[in-house]
């Protein structure tokens, strides 16, 4: 059994070797995704741009799509699945066991994403990410999500298994870390997500196969949403546990209140998914009554979680800072962090973009009637890239500057281009988020090829302000694409030329 481990010289961790080949390639497999879908992105943002609209109608859908679904839920669930194996073993001195499960379960989400790409791209699921019936794809892209989502779920379940082998033998001392339980809550949430995507996926399936006769698209909405938005909860949560990951490694920070970290943690569980159902607050199918509780109550205790969380990273940086003789003033601490140090940057900046850009606007859109007035607008969008992309992918792009080292032993490639990274891409979707939500409060709308609509019959006029929040929306979003493609070359060089590490 000892031969399984190394231990790491600089860190002094155990690395179970069997959980480290998984977490390389689950690692691997998230940034190639990433990859396919920040060129989506930029063929879309080049569409959606007035001045350029480099697309046609039907390719701008496809890799619309594409896009949605590769940005999403692949790279995000690729990367996940690899902090679950590092949180249940590395960070707990733990074996990973029946890693030939966690090959199977790689492989599923492979052939899964493959097939959805496949089907999308020849124009033969052209339905957008929400798939709403009674748009209908072909029977291979609902396969592709089903495989992709029993993979998820397999690795999942292995997660479970290795806390358990853990407790039992006792790898660790007392309660689990921190970032193994936010990991945890963020596996919880997966768990219910995914068997909800295959309680409606599967019947999908059978629809698309002409075995079912038809399905009713009401719904087919509401079990949707407790897959599409439950699953970016699953994002919330590992997000917030690299948040202080991140904040260990890079000052030392140590939880001021581990009890109520905990808590907040165990809030996104019990109230986040049913806050998801903002998505419907503009369908018949609902009560009012229904529609109220949810957005006026239920919702606002996933919320209370992510206000937790957003005090006390803070404050266990501004401890741990003023303890290493950053006290002069109120701001010194914040001054004096490691601002040149890239997981920092990216975490800091993940952290105050989430909390302004994509929480505040969630908590207003999921307002009852703001909603009947933006839902359907650019807003919505613009929301929810403050949420996934400038909060969770940034986050995610930080503790990669640890893993690399880490998990693969290269030294990164470019430490300046490591540093520009995440001002780049933070930045700009900080520009283009804010742009995005500003051009839908003039009306923009969600998903459409054409905002000039200059080949309808009855042309729509917007207010021109309309068209400079839409240019600086293209600004932001072609900064953000630099800032990716930044970390995209920077770790693939550092994986595969970057100077080994002994």
């Known amino acids: 059994m000892a031969e399984q481990f190394r231990t790491c010289p600089t860190t002094g961790l155990k690395v179970h070797l069997p959980a480290e080949a998984l977490i390389k390639v689950n690692a691997v497999a998230a940034v190639v995704c990433l990859l396919v879908g920040g060129i989506a992105a930029l063929l879309v943002l080049l569409t959606r741009w007035p001045a350029v609209h480099l697309l046609n109608e039907e390719w701008f859908y496809r890799f619309l799509t594409a896009h949605a679904l590769d940005m999403l839920i692949a790279w995000i669930i690729f990367f996940e699945v690899a902090a679950l194996y590092f949180g249940s073993t590395v960070l707990l001195n733990n074996r990973l066991p029946a890693p030939k499960v966690g090959w199977v379960a790689f492989i599923l989400m492979v052939l899964g994403g493959a097939l959805i790409n496949w089907q999308v791209l020849v124009g033969q699921a052209t339905v957008a990410f929400t798939s709403y019936v009674p748009l209908k794809a072909s029977p291979l892209y609902y396969l592709g999500i089903i495989l992709f989502a029993v993979g998820a779920l397999t690795a999942v379940f292995l997660f479970f298994a290795a806390l358990v082998v853990a407790k039992k033998e006792k790898t660790y001392e007392g309660s689990l870390p921190i970032v193994t339980f936010g990991l945890m809550c963020a596996a919880t949430i997966a768990t219910f997500t995914l068997l909800h995507g295959a309680a409606f996926y599967i019947p999908t399936f059978l629809w698309s196969a002409g075995i079912l006769p038809n399905l009713d698209p009401m719904m087919y909405r509401l079990a949707f949403w407790a897959l599409g938005h439950a699953s970016q909860q699953i994002n919330v949560c590992a997000m917030v546990a ?243 493609a930044l970390y995209v070359l920077n770790t693939t060089a550092s994986v595969f030329i970057g100077k080994k590490i002994q």
């Not at 943690?265 to 229904?290: C, G, K, M, Q, R």
């Not at 939500?437 to 459409?448: N, V």
């Open 242 to 484: 690299v948040w202080y990951l991140i904040a260990t490694l890079t000052t030392g920070a140590k939880p001021l209140n581990e009890k109520l970290c905990r808590t907040a943690f165990l809030l996104y569980v019990l109230f986040i998914n049913v806050a998801s159902e903002h998505h419907l607050l503009t369908d018949p199918a609902l009560s009012i009554w229904h529609k109220i509780a949810n957005t006026g109550y239920v919702m606002h205790m996933a919320v209370l979680a992510s206000m937790i969380h957003a005090f006390a990273i803070p404050a266990m940086i501004e401890v741990a800072q003023r303890k290493k003789g950053f006290s002069k003033g109120w701001f010194e601490w914040l001054k004096k962090a490691p601002w040149g140090n890239p997981a920092f940057a990216s975490m800091f900046i993940s952290l105050i973009g989430f909390g302004f850009v994509g929480g505040i606007t969630g908590v207003t859109f999921g307002n009852m009637q703001i909603s009947m007035i933006r839902h359907n607008t650019w807003s919505i969008t613009g929301h929810f890239h403050g949420t996934v992309v400038l909060g969770t992918t940034l986050a995610f792009m930080g503790i990669t500057y640890y893993i690399v080292p880490l998990i693969f032993r290269r030294q990164i490639f470019s430490e300046t281009m490591a540093k520009l990274s995440p001002y780049f891409f933070g930045g700009g979707v900080f520009l283009f988020a804010n742009a995005m939500m500003f051009a839908g409060g003039y009306g923009i709308p969600r998903r459409h090829w054409d905002v000039t609509f200059a080949g309808a019959q009855f042309p729509f006029q917007f207010d021109p302000t309309a068209f400079f929040f839409i240019a600086l929306t293209g600004l932001g979003g072609l900064l953000a694409i630099i800032g990716g």
